[in-house]
């Protein structure tokens, strides 16, 4: 295919702002699918993407189109669009990135309803740093909430663009679909060697040798990873002979193909396509994101890659049966072939046995792998209390980086702690600033900017530190606000912190998996809350016991479990009363030893329970 005629772009947008909607239509209107077939969310093929009703995974499609002469200041004839379809969630900014470097182009997608939100910011800044063409689109124009001149105005002052330029569009009527089409090919250029020495790429392009970069990776349980590449020179047939250049693995195409949306076989792919190739290999760790795949006789250097993920929420996994343990290890793995944005590593603990310590890159990411367990490998699960890491320096030189809050040096062993901070955008009508610069105060967030930001809509520019996110923060300002303000933010520093930990005491005895780092102004509410949460959820034993809370070395919070109440001379008949009166001294006797000796079980539902509850 001559490169000319292939136009590669994706989509970006905030959550919920139409955007597999709107490629449902594309996929309509170009024929890819057949009206009799199509489905809402087409491109979503996950059950936990349909019932969310948002994108997880990105997904990559390709379109044939043929364009009418005269249009669009281009040449007619058909054209090949590669389209990637990608998460709109911040926690998913990563597939994001991954994408922007497979592809020339983007569609902005902005909601006609609710206008530029915090989210679209982030994406547009990632686009523009990987340097491709901006089509400004407003979605949901035949909605009766829509406030569409309104919101172009908005997109054509956040871009320094015309209004006339910004695309109007329904993806659920399909109208402006075929101004749109015609502008990604008017638009974006057609694809470029890149990553190629420029010698070669003038000598031939499309006589070079094949090479290519892997965006994303699947894996099947009969033919082994599926690597999705974008080839930036030359072509791959079947059975040619490849090698990944970082890790070094030799292989041969099993299979090369286009995805249509389904995974189709073709004979070749060529310079500018996107596709993906079947290796056979079946040993994780072998292909990863961002490594180049090359034809065995080419000597060039791998392609500039990818970032590694960075996990900024950790929290460990453990089977509710130790028997599932083997399990749990093979499904890890699995998932860690399709996602491979999350880490893990097994740990063992006293009172859970053993499991993984796992690192996501937010708090949904973390709910939508442990979901994905639970539905997909029937796996029930233990999850500790999310945390994040802090480094920490002690009072005798030590610098460690602390990632279980069990592990937290004690306060008077420390010299200076640091966490990591966001900076974070809101934007909101103003009607709620009031309540939600209440809800900052309380989450120790320092707003560092106030503007106004189109019509009746503001924007708060803040430093937060990253442990807040995990107290309920997102769900704390939907409340807030009414839904109507949106969050974005990103890792940018890292600064002291004033933390303890504080740890929970069951019988006088530590129990590591309830420990928690809080800030030092909160321990009381969260010693508070802990220990009453746990009070409700144990068993009675035959003796009376303490649950506590301990922080600074000291008590802070403090309920009694009274023993179970049981007069074993109550079964007593008949007899001389000083017959009861010597059977309860003895177990009057026994209860005391008990107390001083005894120790108590915990069983794995109150872990669960508290895990689960969060220790609320």
Known sequence: MNPKFIRNFSIIAHIDHGKSTLADRLLEYTGTIERRKMQDQVLDSMELERERGITIKMQPVRMRYVLPANQAGVASGEYILNLIDTPGHIDFSYEVSRSLRAVEGSILLVDATQGVQAQTLTTLNMAREAGLVIIPTVSKIDSPLARTEEVVHEVSQLLGCEPETVLRVSGKTGEGVDRLLAAVIARVPPPTPLGIEVAQAQIAPNKSRFRSLIFDFQYSNHIGVIVFVRVMGGEVRRHDKLVFKVAGRTFEALEVGIFKPNNTP??????????????????????????????????????????????????????????????????????????????????????LGKGYRCGFLGMLHLEIITERLRREFDLELVVTQPTITYHVETKDGRRLTIYSPSL???????????????????????????????????????????????????????????????????????????????????????????????????????????????????VPDEAEAMVEKLYQILPRELFTFKVQAKAFGRIISSRTVSGKKKDAAGTLSGGDITRKMKLREKQKEGRKRLKEHGSVTIPQEVFVKMMRAGGE
């Open 266 to 351: 073709v004979e070749v792919l060529g310079a500018g396509e996107i596709g993906y190739i079947v290796t056979g290999i079946k040993e994780p760790g072998v292909a990863s994101v961002g490594d180049t795949v090359a034809d065995i006789r080419d000597t060039e250097p791998a392609l500039p890659g990818y970032q590694s993920p960075r996990p900024v929420v950790w929290a460990s996994l453990y089977p509710e049966s130790q028997d599932a343990l083997p399990l749990l290890r093979q499904a890890l793995g699995r998932l860690r072939l399709s996602d491979s944005s999350f880490t893990y590593e097994e740990e063992a603990s006293g009172t």
């Open 408 to 522: 937290f040096p004690d306060d008077h062993d420390i010299k200076e702690v640091t966490e990591p901070i966001v900076t974070m955008k809101i934007i909101t009508p103003p009607a709620y600033l009031g309540g939600l610069m209440k809800a900052l105060y309380d989450h120790e967030a320092e707003v560092t900017a106030t503007d106004t930001f189109g019509d009746n809509r503001t924007m708060l520019t803040l430093m937060m530190p990253l442990r807040e996110l995990m107290r309920d923060f997102f769900d704390e300002i939907k409340s807030i606000s009414s839904g109507y303000a949106s969050v974005s933010y990103d890792i940018t520093d890292s600064r002291p912190a004033d933390v303890v930990r504080l740890d929970i005491l069951v019988a006088d005895l530590p129990v590591p998996a309830f420990a928690r780092v809080v800030s030092r102004r909160r």
